[in-house]
């Protein structure tokens, strides 16, 4: 079974810690990106990446970086954490052709910054 | 980009036919029509997609209009299982400013009644 994987489902975290939120794909994808989704907002792109040490923002990319090192990781950071980041965090990774883009998600991590 | 727009919410009752209705009067004659769906606590999940023929696979049809200013998604028997948020998404084609985004609305919840 291909996978997306992401390192915590639940974490809790302090105001003003640095955060790194972990996702690893096994499908050899060249695009990855980052979603959070929110009651009433849906799920919102954050930052992406079409290749290794490629980075592109997406809608909300303010108060985050990202980093991807290796082609089957990429890394969500959160600089200084902040209340208005408690959220559901999705990682997913895709492969495109002309017709389709097939996403696959991982199960996501729920953040809570207190 | 080019938007979509749907339903809040629907209801069917089980066994029965679910038609999902998605407009896109702004769609470019080059724009892919993708349905993912999110089961609850999980990531979205691909459903299917179509441009301009209707489309059929072991998940659902997807019936598109002539003009393809809107079209629908068919479940032909909704089970207890097939209650999500489904989402209806316009993507370019490859090689487009937009390639492998996926911007995602506020979708449809669809509640199936025993």
């Known amino acids: 079974d291909v996978k997306v994987t992401q390192s915590s489902r639940y974490l809790v975290k302090r105001t003003g810690e640095k955060v790194f939120l972990e996702c690893v794909q096994d499908?050899?994808?060249?695009?990855m990106f980052w979603y959070r989704q929110d009651p009433g907002l849906g799920l919102r792109l954050i930052y992406f990446?079409?290749?290794?040490?490629?980075?592109e923002k997406g809608d909300i990319p303010e108060g985050y970086s990202v980093s991807r090192e290796k082609k089957e990781r990429f890394s969500l950071i959160l600089e200084s954490a902040s209340t208005n980041q408690t959220s559901m965090y999705l990682c997913a990774s895709s492969l495109c052709t002309a017709q389709l883009c097939g996403y696959t998600f991982g199960s996501g991590t729920r953040l809570t910054v207190v | 980009d080019a938007k979509t727009t749907q339903p809040n919410s629907m209801e069917s009752n089980e066994e029965e036919p679910v038609h999902l209705p998605c407009n896109h009067s702004?769609?470019?004659?080059?724009?892919?029509i993708h349905w993912y769906r999110q089961l609850p606590s999980q990531g979205p999940e691909y459903v299917i997609h179509?441009?301009?023929s209707n489309v059929n696979n072991r998940m659902a049809s997807l019936a598109i209009a002539e003009d393809r200013k809107s079209s629908t998604l068919i479940l032909h028997r909704a089970t207890l299982r097939d209650a999500a948020v489904y989402y209806c998404?316009?993507?370019?084609?490859?090689?487009?400013?937009?390639?492998?985004?996926?911007?995602f609305g506020q979708g449809t919840t669809l509640q199936v009644k025993p």
């Open positions: 702004t769609i470019s004659g080059t724009d892919y």
């Open positions: 990446s079409y290749d290794v040490k490629m980075k």
């Open positions: 998404i316009l993507r370019g084609p490859h090689g487009s400013s937009n390639t492998g985004k996926l911007i």
């Open positions: 499908m050899d994808h060249e695009n």
């Open positions: 179509g441009l301009t």
